[in-house]
């Protein structure tokens, strides 16, 4: 079914960057049609397989939700029970599934930019969306971050996003940073100073939590990744680290009366996020997961429809 709204180009969906704010808008404005039920898709005759090499609850299983509200066929894909085992590349796994008739191949994949072989190989004729690469990129969480924020706000311009934790280590931070400065928001960022990446200094200034937290509409936290941190037990205890840093309830108590809370959990309750805080007023950490199945429905329908 047409959806008759205009489509975005380009057969990838790698980095929001790739996007003007004009699109972008696009895409959020196609995310909430599709959570109303004013747009459709009904892909019946496509396929997807979702590759995922790092673990992932809520990008996989919100892809495959929104493959199969789309109508598409979708194929199971373990990498450990494929050939990749033997020593198969990526490459020639995508371009196996792209041979057997394979449209569209979502990849998290812990290598940063692992699509640049793939999208430069010439006729290429499936989609490939980035699930997250390595520390890189995570653009349809950022989508589903704007869709989210759009939600409650009706704009982004002039926005006080404060983001908070793991920065060096998250592609979320660093997806978000990007694209909510060229949305006209003014970014925060919070946490531990050594955790800071310097690369991101020209979207916003380091700023201590307790600075902020009563000028921030939207504060976005991020997990720490224990699993890219070698000592962090002797750097802090959970209760160091919330104390320190993270979103206390004496701390929820001093935000603006619409400000909001994010996460794009696995949330480590009691370390970022004081546990009783997950499901507050203001936490928007469930609807996120929700819009995600929205905006993913976005994102396929502007790489397959043809019109
Ligand atoms: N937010 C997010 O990417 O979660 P998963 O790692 O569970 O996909």
Known sequence: MKNGVQQLEGRHFLTLNDYTPDQVHTLIDHSLKFKLGKLTA?????????LFFEDSTRTHKSFEMAERKSGMQVLDFSPETSS??????????????????VD???????????????????????S???????????????????MTIYEEFKTFQNLKIAIA????????????????KK???????TGP???????????GTHVEMDALIDKVDVLMLLRVQHERHSNLEQVFSKEDYLKKYGLTVERERRMNEKSIIMHPAPVNRGVEIATELVECQRSRIFKQMENGVYARMAIIDSLLNEH
Request: aromatic letters at 10%; a negative charge; glycine letters at 10%.
């Open 42 to 50: 009904q892909f019946h005759d496509r396929y997807a397989v979702n």
């Open 84 to 101: 990749i085992k033997k020593g198969e590349s990526l490459y020639d796994t995508v371009k196996t599934f792209e041979a057997i008739g």
């Open 104 to 126: 569209l191949v979502v990849i998290r994949h812990g290598q940063e930019a692992f699509y640049e072989e793939l999208i430069h190989t010439p006729g290429l004729n499936c």
């Open 128 to 146: 490939i969306v980035n699930g997250g690469d390595g520390a890189g990129q995570h653009p349809s969480q950022s989508l589903l971050d704007l």
């Open 165 to 180: 934790g793991d920065i060096r280590h998250s592609r979320v931070a660093k997806s978000n940073a990007q694209i909510l």
């Open 183 to 189: 949305l006209g928001a003014e970014i925060y960022f």
């Open 193 to 203: 100073e050594e955790w800071m990446d310097a690369s991101l200094q020209t979207y």
